[in-house]
C-alpha cells in the first residue's frame, strides 16, 4: 500500500517562530510537493522537488523554503511564523516518466499561528 | 497564468439526485485529472483524461474533457452520501514534472 506520512496532524505555533514540516514517501518517487489548501482557493503549490537537493518555487513561496537531502523526505520550512500562514500544509509525490502521473497525498498539517 | 475555475462552489442535494460539476479554463492542458478528498485526508486521484472530446466512466460518475482541452466536467448519477467530499479538477502543467494547477474546489454534500 503506497504511503505518503507527514510528521503531525495538528500543529500550533507563535508568530516568528521557526517551522518545520517532513513529509515521507515510501514509493521511490522522483516528484514531491509542498501545497498549501485555503478554502475557496483549492490547492496552491509552494515548493517542488524533481530529485534529491533539487528544488524549484511553486506559485506562492515567499515565506517558505525547502529541503530535500533524501529521496524519501521532502521538508518544508517557515523561517519565520505569520498569522497569515496559517493554513492545512499537504504534502504529494509523484512518479517520473511520460504522460500524466497520479500525485499521492498525504493527510495533511493543520498549521495555526497564533 | 494558468487558472482553473470551477462551479459551483458548493452543492447540497438528496440522495438520488444528479448532479454535473464544471472545471473550465482559457488555457489548453494536456491532461486534466479529477481528486476527490474526504475530511481528514489527502485529495484521492478519482481519473484522468488526455484526448479532447474524451468521456470516461467510473460507476455512477461521468468526466468529460472538452474537445478543445480547456474545460472538463463531472457527472454524478443518482448520488449516495458517499459520494459527500470535495471535488478538485486539475490541470497538468507538465507530463515531464508532474505539476499541476488546481481548481478552487467543489464541495458536495449528499444528504440521506
Known amino acids: 500500500d503506497v504511503k505518503v506520512t507527514q510528521s503531525s496532524r495538528y500543529l500550533v505555533k507563535r508568530t516568528g517562530e521557526k517551522v518545520f514540516l517532513e513529509c515521507v514517501q515510501d514509493?521511490?518517487?522522483?516528484?514531491m510537493f509542498w501545497y498549501r489548501q485555503d478554502p475557496g482557493l483549492g490547492l496552491r503549490l509552494i515548493y517542488f522537488?524533481?530529485?534529491?537537493?533539487?528544488?524549484e518555487k511553486g506559485d506562492i513561496p515567499e515565506g517558505y523554503s525547502v529541503s530535500r537531502e533524501k529521496k524519501e523526505r521532502f521538508s518544508l520550512i517557515l523561517e519565520s511564523a505569520s498569522t497569515n500562514q496559517t493554513s492545512m500544509y499537504l504534502c504529494?509525490?509523484?512518479?517520473?516518466?511520460?504522460?500524466?502521473?497520479?500525485?499521492?497525498f498525504g493527510p495533511g498539517t493543520r498549521l495555526t499561528v497564533t | 497564468t494558468q487558472l482553473l475555475e470551477q462551479s459551483p462552489q458548493f452543492l447540497s442535494i438528496q440522495e438520488g439526485e444528479n448532479l454535473t460539476v464544471y472545471c473550465n479554463s482559457s488555457?489548453?492542458?494536456?491532461?486534466l485529472q479529477w481528486y476527490r478528498q474526504e475530511p481528514g485526508e489527502g485529495p484521492v486521484l478519482l481519473v484522468t483524461?488526455?484526448?479532447?472530446?474524451e468521456v470516461k466512466k467510473l460507476k455512477r460518475l461521468t468526466f468529460q474533457f472538452g474537445d478543445a482541452r480547456k474545460d472538463s466536467s463531472l457527472h454524478i448519477t443518482a448520488a449516495q452520501p458517499g459520494d459527500t467530499g470535495l471535488y478538485l479538477c486539475?490541470?497538468?502543467?507538465?507530463?515531464?514534472?508532474?505539476?499541476?494547477?488546481f481548481g478552487q474546489g467543489t464541495t458536495l454534500q449528499v444528504k440521506p
Open positions: 504529494a509525490s509523484s512518479s517520473r516518466g511520460r504522460g500524466p502521473s497520479e500525485q499521492y
Open positions: 514509493m521511490d518517487h522522483e516528484n
Open positions: 522537488s524533481y530529485d534529491v537537493k533539487m528544488k
Open positions: 488555457s489548453v492542458f494536456s491532461s
Open positions: 483524461v488526455v484526448t479532447g472530446g
Open positions: 486539475a490541470g497538468v502543467r507538465s507530463s515531464n514534472t508532474g505539476k499541476l494547477i
